[in-house]
């Protein structure tokens, strides 16, 4: 059932990219968000969007419940030059009841593994989740 996220959190990711050598090209910023169905135990698609600023990402967040976040960014380097580096950010904002925090918390390196994501960050604040943020992460 993880299977079955993993390969439509894939196919969402690799069919809007520019199939370049490693995929570390590509024509645009994606973003898929995916949620835990707390009945069937199993992660499942929440929202997959095309050229959506982070600011705009940002807006769409629960205030109250977590989010697995795979993003597509565009990344201006310094001297000019552009990447695209797949991004997953595990958002669980302040106030989630535990039992929930505790489910999201426990499969997200699970899930992390099966999409096959290096660059992790974690965010408790939707308003935190901007530009500059990202970029310094990405850069250091």
């Known amino acids: 059932m993880i299977d ?31 949620k835990i169905d707390k009945n069937k135990l199993l992660i499942v698609e929440d929202e997959d969007e095309d050229n959506l600023s982070v600011e705009d990402l940002a807006e769409l967040l629960p205030e109250n419940t977590p989010r697995y ?3 597509s960014y565009e990344l201006k380097h310094d001297d000019g030059r552009k990447s695209y580096p797949l991004v997953f ?3 669980s904002p302040k106030g989630v009841k535990p039992e929930l925090n505790m489910l999201y ?14 660059k992790v960050f ?15 992460k990405l850069l250091k």
């Open 105 to 118: 918390a426990s499969a997200k390196t699970y899930f992390q593994n099966k999409v096959g994501l290096g």
């Open 89 to 91: 950010l595990y958002y």
């Open 122 to 136: 974690d965010l408790q604040d939707a308003e935190g989740l901007t530009d500059d943020w990202l970029r310094a």
């Open 4 to 34: 079955q996220a993993k390969e439509k959190t894939k196919g969402v990711l690799f069919r809007n990219r520019l199939l370049v050598g490693d995929f570390n090209w590509s024509t645009r910023s994606i973003l898929v968000t995916r």
């Open 69 to 71: 976040i795979v993003l």
